[in-house]
């Protein structure tokens, strides 16, 4: 014989959770769908963000370079020793700006993060030494700038002092202050400097000299 079955209907569960969770049965699901409607325009909004704060990063890291440099102290006897704790003042001289670090161990300085366009002047200062300065300074070359301390008072070079020993320099890029011994080699760069200025003038022949060698020219053709 056959058994008769009665199937009855079963009640469907669901599980009561916090919104946005997956839970047994269609309302569940129905739930997390909405949700997820309603944030997909933030989401949208949050990654194009994100995108745009990313591209402007990386632009603004293209647009900075590295400027580096040693500074060295001379001594009496004309050696050179790694100056360490200088203070190095970076001026940019299109723009109003100013940069500060020192010197380590070593007597190198490095800026990581300075605008590419511009020029700049690297002024060096330490207790008991010259300051001296670098015109016409550009970043992102991977140039290792040297400068070269002489012993002297110890103050330090402002923007405006640097510009007035330019002008009276006739516009030298690198300079030091008085107060310190000049050595030999700095003898004799300044010697062939005026020798090649000397050179490049041109050379005025005296007029008394010319008209003596006309009036003699004119006699000697009468005679």
Known sequence: M??????????????????????????GA??????????RPFIFISTIATAVL??????ASAQTGQLRGH???????????????????????????????KTDKK??????????VGRYIIAASMPNAA????????????????????????????????????????GETAG???????SAADKAKKSLRRRMRRLLLPTRRPKTRTRLWVSRSRRATRR
Request: contains cysteine.
């Open 71 to 101: 500074v060295l102290l001379k001594q009496a006897d004309g050696t050179t020793i790694k100056a360490a704790d200088v203070i190095i003042d970076v001026y940019r001289t299109d723009l109003s700006g100013a940069y500060h670090t």
């Open 176 to 182: 030091a202050t008085r107060g310190g011994t000049e």
């Open 107 to 116: 007597g190198e300085f490095v800026f990581a993060g300075l605008p590419f």
């Open 2 to 27: 056959l058994a008769l079955i009665n199937l009855k209907p079963v009640q469907r569960l669901q599980l009561v959770g916090p919104k946005g969770h997956l839970s047994a049965g269609p309302t």
């Open 131 to 170: 300051p001296t300065y670098q015109a016409g300074v550009r970043v992102g070359q991977d140039i290792d700038f040297e400068l070269v301390l002489n012993p002297g008072d110890g103050r330090k070079l402002t923007l405006d002092e640097i510009k007035k020993m330019q002008a009276t320099s006739g």
């Open 54 to 59: 990313v591209l402007s990063a990386i632009a």
């Open 30 to 39: 129905i739930d997390c769908l909405e949700d997820y409607q309603m944030r």
